[in-house]
T-cell receptor, first 113, second 114 residues
């Protein structure tokens, strides 16, 4: 089992609310990622970080923001949620090296009404 | 365009039977190919990682093969169990950076019936 945790598991909120999805890992991994996944579709990278104070946007345009103040913590924030943000959000981490394995959290299923 | 295509999209088999899932890719330059298992409502879990020089790798009842020349991979599941019901995702990494960019397939949804 991977030591990477996401909270909450499920979240239902109204349009316009500000939300923060939490992700923490206890493996000391330098790299962390946020993916978005819709049913039956592939994962899309929305943010990633190579270490503390490093954040980059991924392939999929997203209105969310991330921060990496501590190695173990990589929260994702939506300032004003919209129904189009309804999706599953998966956090992952890896340690630098050849063939590095990604460890995923259990995900947060977000529904914006 | 770098892509990863998986087939079939969904598959139903009886418990105890074997099955094979396919993955074709056009990613270049190739670094490695990974198979993940994703249970419903959970995050993906790594099954195998294969580099260019590896053409087969096993993890228990899961055996992955790779033909880098034809850019094809398969995941063979032996003696299926109910707990094998999940989505199986093929992921290909290019050699663009340290981790490489990851290209995800849409997965094959496997259902094992008793």
């Amino acid at each position: 089992e991977a030591d990477i945790y996401q909270t909450p598991r499920y979240l239902v909120i109204g349009t316009g609310k500000k939300i923060t999805l939490e992700c923490s890992q206890t493996m000391g991994h330098d790299k962390m990622y946020w993916y978005q996944q819709d049913p039956g579709m592939e994962l899309h990278l929305i943010h990633y970080s190579y270490g503390v104070n490093s954040t980059e946007k991924g392939d999929l345009s997203s209105e969310s923001t991330v921060s990496r103040i501590r190695t173990e913590h990589f929260p994702l924030t939506l300032e004003s949620a919209r129904p189009s943000h309804t999706s599953q959000y998966l956090c992952a981490s890896s340690q630098q090296g050849a063939g590095e394995k990604l460890f995923f959290g259990s995900g947060t299923q977000l529904s914006v009404l | 365009k770098n892509q990863v295509e998986q087939s079939p999209q969904s598959l139903i088999i009886l418990e105890g039977k074997n099955c094979t899932l396919q993955c074709n890719y056009t990613v270049s330059p190739f670094s490695n190919l990974r198979w993940y298992k994703q249970d419903t409502g959970r995050g993906p879990v790594s099954l195998t990682i294969m580099t260019f020089s590896e053409n087969t790798k096993s993890n228990g009842r899961y055996t992955a093969t790779l033909d880098a020349d034809t850019k094809q991979s398969s995941l063979h599941i032996t003696a299926s169990q109910l707990s094998d019901s999940a989505s199986y995702i093929c992921v290909v990494s290019d050699r663009g950076s340290t981790l490489g960019r990851l290209y995800f397939g849409r997965g094959t949804q496997l259902t094992v019936w008793p």
